[in-house]
């Protein structure tokens, strides 16, 4: 794999994710309880519109290599008071699973 970037996800990345999650089991280890399956639009549209709010607690990055988008993770629970923030919902599409 070539080098890989880390950019914010705009809601034009959105549908990718869907592609994603075609089964209940990878959908679960992906988010938990937080969507349901079938994934739909809708779903991560309002998902996604949390992070484009003032002072958002939650960010959304995509990981990008070879002009494709292979990788996703969200910056939650973001405290700027406390810097700080967890990072969860790591979610990379099945051909780079397992390349580190």
């Given at each position: 794999m ?6 914010p996800?705009?809601e034009?990345?959105?549908p990718?994710l869907?592609?994603w ?13 937080v969507?349901d ?22 960010f959304?990055?995509?990981a ?7 990788g ?8 700027v008071k406390?810097e ?6 790591i979610f990379v ?6 390349k580190?």
């Amino acid at each position: 794999m070539s080098d890989i970037q880390i950019l914010p996800m705009t809601e034009e990345d959105l549908p990718v994710l869907i592609e994603w999650a075609q089964d209940e089991k990878t959908l679960i280890e992906w988010c938990g309880p937080v969507f349901d399956f079938p994934l739909t639009i809708e779903q991560l549209q309002d998902y996604f519109s949390e992070s484009t709010k003032p002072n958002p607690q939650r960010f959304i990055f995509k990981a990008v290599a070879e002009g494709k988008i292979c990788g996703m993770a969200e910056l939650g629970a973001v405290n700027v008071k406390n810097e700080t923030g967890s990072l969860c919902r790591i979610f990379v599409d099945k051909l780079n699973r397992g390349k580190g």
